[in-house]
């Protein structure tokens, strides 16, 4: 028994001494590269514009919402008065209610339609940088190309992430459903 512990010991030592030797040869080998998601959204003009564009979606429903809120806020008004008659009362708050309700109607929609353009454009946004990463991978002969985000450690790995920016913002416009 003691002779498979030092046997497996000195596999083990062996193997530890060897593996950087091999990794390094199979790393000089094998094409490797690296790109930025973060850096690429940051840079490209595409994304900022498609991060404008679900910013415009907010920026036409907040406009609602606050007409909403001023019409809420007459109404409260009016409400308010000690001049106001039982029967006129009772009309202001069901308008009252009833633009209550269509403020969180269009909040909910807000919320929705910026969601779905949201997911609309990462959706062909991610398509096309895969697409661009595929072309370069096999035009240029990588074996792999990695997220940096997900890295610890890449020394001498070839980093895509300008030249697929370029090739995003030169890219046809995204084609959203």
């Known amino acids: 028994m003691k002779f498979f512990s030092s046997a497996f010991r000195v596999c083990a030592v062996a193997l530890i001494a060897v593996l950087p030797a091999v990794t390094s040869v199979c790393a000089a080998e094998t094409k490797l590269g690296k790109i930025s998601f973060i850096d690429i959204q940051k840079n490209s003009k595409k994304a900022a514009s498609a991060m404008e564009e679900i910013q415009m979606v907010q920026i036409d ?21 000690p001049e106001v008659k039982a029967e006129e009362k009772v009309k202001i708050e069901t308008e009252l209610e009833s633009k209550r309700q269509e403020f969180e109607t269009e909040d909910q929609a807000v919320k929705v339609k910026t969601a779905i353009r949201q997911k609309s454009l990462q959706s062909a946004l991610g398509a096309q ?37 370029r090739e995003l913002d030169a890219a046809p416009p995204l084609e959203t459903k």
Not at 61 to 81: P, S, T, W
Request: no cysteine.
């Open 61 to 81: 429903g907040q406009k609602k919402m606050m007409a909403l809120q001023e019409d809420v806020k007459k109404l409260q008004e009016r409400l308010a008065k």
């Open 129 to 165: 940088i895969k697409a661009i990463i595929d072309k370069i991978a096999k035009e240029e002969g990588y074996a792999a190309i990695f997220r940096t985000e997900l890295m610890i450690y890449s020394e001498g790995i070839t980093d895509l992430t300008d030249k697929i920016t």
